[in-house]
């Protein structure tokens, strides 16, 4: 079984009285109250920070449930059954659909929140603190 959450927090500074950052976890083998795998997607404002990124975007950059720096994460949506498993496929070939993941910028986008909205689009609108949320993001044509 497979579950998707979105996650967002607060970003440090300034930043963080108007704006979060959202990323999406890809939990696996759920049984109960315990998981299997739990990976973590995200596109971050420093390309190639760790083994298992393609430029911006990034998996398993942080521990699932770490802040950004400004106070613990939040829950903010979860799917279950085929709706997580359509959202998993997203997101998982992101690092070959996704379009901005050699480009960043605050704003007005791409950015974090760019790509979280892209891929939960058809289930949810992200928060107004959601800064980048409404950069367009063009279909790629495969």
Same mark, same amino acid.
């Given at each position: 079984?497979?579950? =998707?959450?979105?996650?967002?927090?607060?970003?440090?500074?300034?930043?963080?009285?108007?704006? *979060?950052? $959202?990323?999406?976890?890809?939990?696996?083998?759920?049984?109960?109250?315990?998981?299997?795998?739990?990976? @973590?997607?995200? =596109?971050?404002?420093?390309?190639?920070?760790? *083994?298992?990124?393609?430029?911006?975007?990034?998996?398993?950059?942080? *521990?699932?449930?770490?802040? =950004?720096?400004?106070?613990?994460?939040?829950?903010?949506?979860?799917?279950?059954?085929?709706?997580?498993?359509?959202? =998993?496929?997203?997101?998982?070939?992101?690092?070959?659909? $996704?379009?901005?993941?050699?480009? $960043? @910028?605050?704003?007005?986008?791409?950015?974090?929140?760019?790509?979280?909205?892209?891929?939960?689009? *058809?289930?949810?609108?992200?928060?107004? @603190?959601?800064?980048?949320?409404?950069?367009?993001?063009?279909?790629?044509? @495969?």
């Amino acid at each position: 079984m497979h579950k =998707v959450e979105l996650r967002a927090a607060k970003i440090p500074g300034l930043t963080g009285i108007v704006a *979060d950052h $959202y990323w999406l976890l890809v939990l696996r083998g759920i049984e109960g109250r315990q998981y299997q795998t739990c990976d @973590r997607w995200e =596109v971050w404002q420093h390309p190639h920070q760790n *083994d298992s990124c393609w430029g911006h975007l990034h998996k398993n950059l942080l *521990d699932p449930y770490q802040g =950004v720096g400004n106070g613990q994460s939040q829950l903010i949506q979860q799917w279950e059954g085929s709706d997580a498993l359509l959202m =998993v496929e997203k997101i998982e070939s992101s690092p070959s659909t $996704y379009p901005f993941i050699r480009k $960043y @910028r605050y704003w007005p986008g791409p950015n974090s929140n760019t790509f979280a909205q892209w891929i939960v689009r *058809d289930k949810i609108e992200l928060g107004v @603190r959601a800064i980048g949320k409404s950069f367009p993001v063009p279909e790629m044509v @495969r």
